[in-house]
């Protein structure tokens, strides 16, 4: 299932998003699968005590690929990232976490799995001109005790802070996430 765009406006200079395709996943616990297919891996940092392998626990999209950050994105993939805040200037770059999206799904698999935590998650992120989220506003959740578990992944995480009109500037960064359990 591919969730659709929710509704996109700007206030005050500060972009705000409602991306519900943004970065959508599923995490399988122990495993983490992403909705996408053909897509680069995300694994494990380390394999489980007693194994060699590391697991794998993600997939992203070709479009999005989880390991990159948003230098290494191509172009056309950043033009396509930017269609998710309305009006957006060629110019303009949206926030984006500083080592790619596959350390957030990592913490994410780890302390969910630990906290029994599933269902569907919509989190925006605001995000400051230093690239430290300062807010999370809580869209869809199962529970605000299972919110609380994702949204402190995506406060700690340091983010590439917006750009606009040349100019380090506050904006969201819109996270979606399904979590299954096995």
Same mark, same amino acid.
């Given at each position: 299932?591919?969730?659709?765009?929710?509704?996109?406006?700007? @206030?005050?200079?500060?972009?705000?998003?409602?991306?519900?395709?943004?970065?959508?996943?599923?995490?399988?616990? $122990?495993?983490?699968?992403?909705? +996408? @297919?053909?897509? &680069?891996?995300?694994?494990?940092?380390?394999?489980?005590?007693?194994?060699?392998?590391?697991?794998?626990?993600?997939?992203?999209?070709?479009?999005? $690929?989880?390991? =990159?950050?948003?230098?290494?994105?191509?172009?056309?993939? +950043? =033009?396509?990232?930017? @269609? +998710?805040?309305?009006?957006?200037?060629?110019?303009?770059?949206? &926030?984006? $976490? #500083?080592?790619?999206?596959? &350390?957030?799904?990592?913490?994410?698999?780890?302390? %969910?799995?630990? =906290?029994?935590?599933?269902?569907?998650?919509? #989190?925006?992120?605001?995000?400051?001109?230093?690239?430290? =989220?300062?807010?999370?506003?809580?869209?869809?959740?199962?529970?605000?005790?299972? %919110?609380?578990?994702?949204?402190?992944?995506?406060?700690? @995480?340091?983010?590439?802070? %917006?750009? !606009?009109?040349?100019?380090? !500037?506050?904006?969201?960064?819109?996270? %979606?996430?399904?979590?299954?359990? +096995?």
């Amino acid at each position: 299932m591919v969730m659709g765009l929710g509704s996109i406006w700007q @206030t005050s200079n500060k972009w705000r998003s409602r991306s519900w395709m943004l970065l959508t996943f599923s995490l399988l616990f $122990p495993q983490v699968a992403l909705l +996408q @297919t053909k897509s &680069p891996d995300v694994k494990e940092e380390a394999p489980e005590t007693g194994s060699r392998i590391a697991r794998l626990i993600g997939k992203s999209s070709e479009r999005f $690929p989880a390991n =990159a950050k948003w230098s290494e994105l191509s172009a056309e993939s +950043q =033009a396509e990232f930017r @269609t +998710q805040y309305e009006n957006m200037p060629d110019t303009d770059e949206p &926030p984006y $976490p #500083i080592n790619g999206t596959a &350390p957030i799904f990592q913490q994410v698999s780890l302390e %969910a799995g630990r =906290a029994h935590v599933y269902g569907d998650f919509v #989190i925006d992120v605001t995000v400051n001109s230093k690239g430290k =989220a300062t807010k999370v506003t809580f869209v869809k959740y199962p529970s605000l005790e299972a %919110a609380k578990v994702v949204a402190y992944v995506l406060v700690h @995480t340091t983010y590439k802070p %917006a750009v !606009c009109s040349g100019k380090p !500037c506050i904006m969201d960064f819109p996270f %979606a996430v399904r979590l299954v359990s +096995q």
